[in-house]
């Protein structure tokens, strides 16, 4: 079977589409970042969080109603998964066995407490610290990686596409108010080692039919992307079909790891394919 | 062709190394609870030693990172408060019966305690964190009380220069011979302390009791107590919980805790006891003035009590704590996670249901897609996993809920190197080539590429096995080792196929 009996793509030729797409994107996401701001998670604030299933069904109303009673009305309530399970996201100095209790006396109803953090404000700066410096390392080596591997030019688009797709992801999850936890950032760094190979299988293909083949870089580009066409979209769609198998099956804990995987690897399969090689197109002639 | 039995030999033997190693995992994942329980302990163990380790998120238990407050000690000091520090806590863990608790130092000042299986936070945290600063100090005679709290009303008054009201002694009230405050008066009481501090003759020093409830009121004794303790818990041998069934009326049915002090300790108590007739001794626990009874003889005997607990399982816990030693220095829980069993058994359902659901679809879309060589790089996926999984059990590794994302995550990444491979030979195929030699620069082209895009990949997951913390470095783990295994499997495996088709078999046209 084959998806493409010989695909023909004018990618190249629609790169200005592509360009005001992705600037659209991506100026899109920096505003919403800077303006919204990301919501952090208590891995990285600090505060507690406490998760609990009850028996039957409350509605988030009841559940904020009682935690108003105890001086609880900052709490920050969220729905997990169904109206049984709760997450509750507080920094009151209270331990979340007493709110149990109180549900349990006033609600009349067992309820469980399913799990339990509480972040020092000091580990919350250090795990932020150890976060930024997780995801800078992680960039750097990647630079070093593409240094070598690549010619000038297109290591410093395989860079820029590379910022493309994180800032596009983590306008997205701004966007969506998806909480920047501790799985969310590894899930960013997951996105930066994983959307390079395909604008790495990419170039090398283009590198090859250059000396191979004779025509302008535009047609051997747009050749090349058509060549590795089936394999980009095979590899990007098995990974998004187990991503995505994560995201509605793997349970809420996991929701926003697999969101920002979803997205990541949407976006940086579109950017390998429409983006990278264009830019490098367009540099090539100015010259 | 001899070369193809020693790379069909060794992929045999990797194969069957990785079930070895997978055989404990799958015996003690399996085994139904009732049978487990039949087991001998020993056995138990040592199969729970072998097997597949969860995480704390997977398994449930609880999750403490505990900081030494050493503020101003030089950095060996507290780095050897910290070693202390672990080995006491590793005894009063052991003394609690927690099986497998990981304990370890983090940095200079911190140390990371992990308890599987533990849901009573309450009870490990106290267990945990609690100095246990063990002292004996004589109550002030009366007078002297009477003399250094009228200080402490003249130094306050002197401060706020005004002599009509009385902010301190007003506040304390006389309840069956001690001295109490109320507790909705204890936090401007304890300020009131601060503020005088400076004033408080040297050899003395102000604690507070337990709070209590006295005629339906909460109050805190308060005692003036001689600063220099009489004895401390260093000398303690024996610590036991226990019911009181002495001659106290007021005690008799209450939990208390036993005290045995060594030899020197012993001698010294006599001393203390036997000078001391009609004189209250404080015992004083972190601070706290656990009781103050009055010393009615000389106690010979080198035993001592503790009274005053809630419950028996806080008089079993204070033994542990006292008879393990005091923390070398007070610490602090930075840091505190707990996942109840039941999420955790939740969460892997949900973890397997999305693994297989995701699993599924990519094996039906290979097979669809390449037909026959997609069934190889499904078996190739297949094995993937199974050396996966042994890897981990082998070296130890602790699976956890990201983790097992990462299983699923590579389950859809290491299919990349078949998806590389086959659309070359495809290409070279469809260029005229016979099917060897097609075979044959697919997987040499396809090789270099499929190392450059999924190096970029290990990369990162090495950054989060690095710099990670708790759960997200098994995600790391398992996404660059899966990564790394499907080289051995998505490679050489299914050339090994291949080339036994084409080779062996003969076979003239192969489904791709």
């Known amino acids: 079977m084959k998806f493409f009996k010989t695909p023909n793509i004018d990618f190249l030729g629609k790169r200005y589409f592509a360009y005001a797409i992705s600037g659209i994107l991506f100026v899109s996401s920096v505003l919403i970042i800077l303006i919204k701001g990301p919501k952090y998670g208590i891995d990285f604030t600090g505060g507690k969080i406490a998760q609990i299933r009850f028996e039957k069904d409350f509605s988030p109303e009841t559940v904020r109603k009682e935690l108003a009673k105890i001086g609880m009305g900052k709490a920050e309530i969220q729905k997990y998964g169904s109206e049984k399970d709760y997450l509750i996201k507080y920094s009151e100095k209270i331990d979340p066995d007493s709110l149990i209790k109180i549900f349990k006396k006033d609600l009349n109803v067992e309820v469980e407490l399913q799990r339990t953090e509480n972040v020092g404000p000091r580990v919350g700066r250090e795990l932020q610290y150890k976060a930024i410096e997780a995801v800078l390392i992680g960039m750097i080596l990647m630079l070093i990686y593409i240094a070598f591997r690549f010619n000038f030019k297109f290591g410093v688009t395989a860079v820029l596409a590379l910022f493309h797709d994180v800032i596009i992801t983590l306008g997205f999850l701004v966007f969506l108010n998806r909480e920047i936890t501790i799985p969310v950032i590894a899930a960013l760094l997951t996105i930066v080692g994983y959307s390079i190979n395909d604008s790495i299988i990419v170039s090398d293909r283009i590198r090859e039919n250059l000396k191979k083949i004779r025509g302008s870089f535009f047609e051997i580009a747009n050749k090349s992307i058509n060549q590795t066409l089936s394999r980009t979209i095979i590899t990007s769609g098995t990974t998004l079909v187990v991503v995505l198998a994560l995201l509605f099956l793997g349970g809420p804990i996991l929701r926003d790891f697999s969101l920002a995987l979803t997205i990541g690897i949407i976006v940086g399969t579109y950017s390998s394919i429409y983006v990278v090689a264009a830019l490098v197109n367009d540099w090539q002639r100015k010259r | 062709m ?306 005053g607990m809630e419950s028996m399982e806080e008089a079993k816990e204070l033994a542990i704590v006292l008879k393990s030693g005091a923390l070398p220095a007070p610490v602090e829980i930075v840091e505190e996670r707990s996942v109840g069993p039941l999420l955790g058994s939740d969460s892997i359902k949900n973890g397997i249901r999305a693994g297989i659901i995701g699993t599924i679809i990519v094996f039906l879309f290979m097979a669809i897609y390449y037909l026959f060589s997609g069934l190889i790089a499904n078996f190739a996926l297949l094995l993937n996993l199974i050396f996966l999984l042994s890897l981990l059990a082998a070296f130890k590794g602790t699976l956890t809920l990201p983790g097992i994302a990462g299983i699923i995550l590579t389950v859809g990444m290491a299919v990349d190197a078949n998806v590389l491979i086959f659309e070359r030979i495809r290409e070279e195929i469809a260029s005229g080539k016979s099917i060897k030699s097609a075979v044959d620069t697919g997987y040499s082209r396809a090789f270099v590429t499929i190392l450059d895009s999924n190096l970029t990949t290990i990369i990162a997951a090495i950054v989060l096995l690095w710099f990670g913390t708790g759960p997200i470095r098994g995600f790391g783990l398992t996404l660059s080792l899966g990564i790394i295994c499907s080289f051995f499997t998505a490679i050489f495996v299914t050339k090994i196929i291949f080339d036994y088709m084409i080779n062996v078999k003969k076979v003239k046209k192969i489904y791709i």
């Open chain 2, 2 to 307: 001899k070369i193809l039995r020693w790379r069909i030999l060794v992929v045999v033997l990797v194969f069957i190394i990785a079930i070895l190693f997978l055989i404990p995992s799958i015996q003690y994942y399996t085994l139904p609870p009732s049978s487990l329980q039949k087991m001998p302990k020993e056995k138990i163990n040592s199969l729970r030693k072998r097997a597949l380790h969860l995480g704390l998120d997977l398994r449930g238990g609880m999750h403490l990172l505990l900081e030494i407050k050493g503020d101003g000690l030089p950095k060996e000091k507290i780095r050897d408060a910290r070693d202390r520090v672990i080995e006491i806590i590793r005894n009063r863990i052991d003394a609690w019966g927690i099986f497998e608790p990981a304990i370890q130092a983090i940095g200079d000042a911190r140390v990371l305690i992990q308890l599987p299986g533990v849901m009573e936070r309450e009870r490990a945290r106290e267990l945990i964190g609690k100095t246990a600063q063990l002292t004996f100090h004589l109550v002030a005679e009366p007078e002297e009380i009477q003399n250094v709290f009228n200080l402490i009303e003249k130094k306050l008054q002197e401060q706020i220069k005004d002599t009509t009201i009385s902010p301190f002694l007003s506040c304390l009230r006389y309840d069956r011979g001690d001295i109490v405050v109320r507790e909705e008066n204890f936090d401007s009481v304890q300020k009131l302390l601060e503020k005088a501090f400076p004033f408080i003759p040297e050899k003395y020093i102000v604690l507070w009791g337990r709070i209590e409830e006295r005629g339906g009121i909460k109050i805190r004794p308060i005692y003036l107590l001689k600063k220099i303790p009489e004895l401390t818990g260093e000398y303690i041998s024996d610590a036991r919980h226990t019911i009181y069934q002495g001659q106290d009326p007021s005690l008799q049915g209450r939990p208390i805790v036993e005290l045995s002090f060594d030899k020197k300790g012993t001698i010294i108590f006599s001393r203390v006891t036997e000078q001391n007739v009609g004189k209250r001794l404080a015992i004083v626990l972190d601070n706290i003035v656990q009781s103050a009874p009055f010393i009615r003889e000389r106690i010979p005997t080198g035993n001592a009590m503790i009274s």
